[in-house]
């Protein structure tokens, strides 16, 4: 596997193949750590994204490097797994979520933190404000208000144009379909609450949130928006940063990796 860390074995990479609620296929990769503890974080990628950008690799590596295990995985209809892709789907990647940390569980791993980027990033929080069950979220450059966003994305006066044909075809710049916008997927972002479900999310559970300054695709005051209504939040606002960390991956997973490190030691020290 090409992915893997120069000093890392190609042993520590399992695929693992976990079925969600609807009996889709959840593709994923484990990094297992070479302490054999149970330990374990959930990386979440965002929008049109996969398990395998850089971002998300740089991470399971950083962690792996950091001697904690991490699992990568693609959401239904996204990257391997099965299933079709829809633009809202919040909540259901929500539930897939659910499935994984689930399978996890029932191999009494212990999931100390979940990990999302952007539309990921919503998930975690979004999963915490649900089950109260992981008590240490880190959201990458997730977006507060899901309904801010889209007329960049879809043009003006979509909600006329989707009310008449019933759906949004969105192009790729060489003109051929990207994916399709319905209005049921539509409405279900209109009608996910970020802020109603962030004032959910119990007082134990730490929150980090890391932002780039200058990310063009959603603005920084996003993080300071969540700043300000998460109880138990800390914010890292990386300077210079893009929406993908192109220049910056170095300083966020040193950033992530010490906030799970704090939870992980602590917990080891508390076993020991």
């Known amino acids: 596997m090409s992915l893997a860390a120069p000093n890392s074995s190609i042993q520590n990479h399992q695929r693992i193949i976990i079925p969600n609620k609807h009996g889709e296929k959840l ?3 484990l990094h297992q750590s070479g302490t054999g ?3 374990i974080v959930i990386l979440c990628h ?6 395998d950008i850089n971002l998300i690799v740089n991470l399971a590596v950083a962690l792996e490097n950091a001697e904690i295990s991490s699992f990568r995985f693609d959401f239904s209809g996204n990257g391997e797994s099965e299933g079709s892709f829809q633009y ?3 909540w259901t990647e929500v539930d897939d979520l659910h499935a994984v940390v689930q399978h996890f569980r029932e191999s009494n791993r212990v999931i100390r933190a979940i990990v999302g980027h952007s539309k990921g990033g919503d998930a975690v929080l979004l999963y915490a404000s649900k089950y109260h069950d992981i008590k240490t979220v880190v959201n990458l450059s997730g977006r507060y208000d899901l309904k801010a966003g889209i007329e960049e994305r879809l043009g003006k006066d979509y909600l006329e144009r989707i009310k008449k044909d019933g ?5 790729k710049r060489s003109g051929s379909l990207d994916y399709r916008v319905t209005e049921e997927s539509l409405m279900d972002r209109l009608g996910t609450n970020t802020h109603e479900a962030c004032l959910q999310i119990d007082k134990e559970c730490r929150v980090l ?11 920084v005051q996003d993080a300071h928006e969540f700043s300000k209504i998460i109880p138990n939040h800390k914010l890292h606002i ?6 993908a960390y192109t220049n910056n991956q170095n300083e966020l997973s040193s950033v992530v990796v010490s906030f799970i490190k704090e939870t992980v030691d602590q917990n080891r020290g508390t076993a020991s």
């Open 88 to 90: 809202g789907n919040y």
């Open 209 to 219: 949130t890391i932002h780039g300054s200058l990310d063009e695709i959603i603005p």
């Open 46 to 51: 965002g929008f049109r994204c996969s398990k």
């Open 167 to 171: 759906f949004i075809d969105v192009e």
């Open 37 to 39: 503890t149970t330990d």
């Open 27 to 29: 593709v994923g990769i």
């Open 238 to 243: 990386i300077e210079g940063a893009d929406h």
